[in-house]
Every structure is written in C-alpha cells, then in structure tokens.
C-alpha cells in the first residue's frame, strides 16, 4: 500500500489525479509524537491540520474537573484538528498521542499559498476536508443521542420527575462516570448541542454544570 493509499478513509484526496495528490503532499511535513505527549491542548490556539501516517491521537474534551470525555480516536489514515485550521480559532479539544505516532502536519498559511498557486486542486482540498467535517459532525451528533437514550435508560433517571425534584428543592446524589460523587439541587435542566446538562447547586455552595453523558447514576439523597 502505497503512502496517499493510508489516507483514504477520509477521503482528502476525492476528485483528484495523481499529479495533483503529488502537489498536496508535498505541502505536509512530518511530525514525530511520543506515546503520552499532548499535540496539543485545549484551548490552544492553532491553525495546523494533521493526518496520522501511524499511530494513535485521542481528542479528548474536559468535561467537569478531572473528567475527559474521548470525542474521537485517530488512526493510521484520519484527519484530526481541522476545525482550528478552517476557523482559525482556540482548539476545542485537546490533542494526546495514545502511542508513538507519525503525524504529518499541514499550517493554514502554506494551504493558503498553495491555493494561490493552485486554486483547482486547493479548491478541491478544501471542498473534501468540508465533507469529513460534515461527517464528524452527523457521527457526533448520533452518538450524543444514543448516549442520552442509553443515559436516561441505565441510570434510572427515566422514574425520577425532575420537573418536581426542581420544584420541591429535593437533594440529589449523582454518581459521575469518573467516580466522582455530586450531591445538592437540581437548578435547571438545559439542553445544548451537545446534550442535556443539569445546573446543580452542592451542598457547599458551588454551582456545577454536568453533562448528562457523564453521570453514572442519579437518586435521591
């Protein structure tokens, strides 16, 4: 299997000849990351796409506190970062080499220079990585929604009345998945992009945002 042949799984390349995936790759450089090194963090800025030549990259997500949440794993062939370098904004995961891993690494300033000097195959570049984003998104999307069912099914959750546990200002205790255990009032149940999340007032005072992915079991204190 030749090199462009690893990067097929997202596409990258779709629409284009040899002489033109030549071109794009000529534009990336390599970038060696030990197993247990951060790429990057979140909340970095950067505007650097990589693809992995071989290895494994997390992006992983802090949650609440200590808690990540893993968003995607990158393998031999994927695309990762390409939010930032289409928008040019903070990182909204971080980045973490799960194994020593070959990246290859494309700046947002050479791409920019590549499409000056070639506008078709850059047009096309950036037409297919808009395609793998659409599809991290729908893929994102249906695994929040499985999460919620499955959350709402195996937590119990479904037997509580929220609306009255608000009402009432009854206590709760909530098992988090990182064995964290929360215990206060449910202030508002708001519902985001990402999911549901529950407003909780601790008993110390501290107001806590938690996602509903995260929890592991809800009861009444």
């Given amino acids: 299997m030749n090199e462009l042949e690893h990067f097929e799984k997202d596409s990258l390349f779709?629409?284009?000849d040899a002489d033109e995936e030549k071109l794009v790759m000529e534009k990336f450089k390599k970038l060696d990351v030990t197993s247990g090194e951060y790429v990057f963090k979140e909340n970095d800025?950067?505007?650097?796409l990589y693809i992995v030549e071989k290895g494994t990259v997390s992006?992983?997500?802090?949650?609440?506190n200590d808690y990540e949440k893993t968003l995607f794993v990158a393998?031999?062939?994927l695309v990762f970062?390409?939010?930032?370098?289409?928008?040019?904004k903070e990182r909204s995961a971080?980045?973490?080499a799960e194994k020593d891993s070959a990246l290859l690494s494309l700046k947002r300033e050479d791409f920019e220079a590549?499409?000056?000097?070639?506008?078709?195959?850059?047009a096309k570049l950036y037409n297919n990585l808009l395609g793998t984003?659409?599809?991290?998104l729908r893929m994102t999307n249906d695994a929040y929604r499985d999460a919620i069912r499955w959350g709402i099914e195996a937590t119990g959750a479904e037997n509580l009345n929220f609306q009255n546990i608000i009402t009432e200002n009854i206590n709760i205790r909530i098992e988090l998945n990182n064995n964290r255990t929360l215990e206060g009032r449910i202030l508002q149940i708001e519902q985001s992009e990402a999911g549901y999340e529950l407003i909780i007032a601790e008993q110390s005072g501290v107001l806590t945002l938690v996602p509903y992915h995260a929890i592991n079991s809800v009861s009444v204190a």
Avoid: C, Q, V, Y
């Fill in 45 to 48: 800025s950067g505007d650097t």
């Fill in 75 to 77: 393998t031999e062939g």
């Fill in 81 to 88: 970062g390409e939010f930032s370098f289409i928008d040019g």
């Fill in 114 to 122: 590549f499409i000056k000097e070639h506008p078709l195959t850059g």
């Fill in 14 to 16: 779709d629409r284009m």
């Fill in 59 to 64: 992006l992983k997500k802090l949650i609440i």
């Fill in 94 to 96: 971080s980045a973490f």
């Fill in 133 to 136: 984003i659409a599809r991290r």
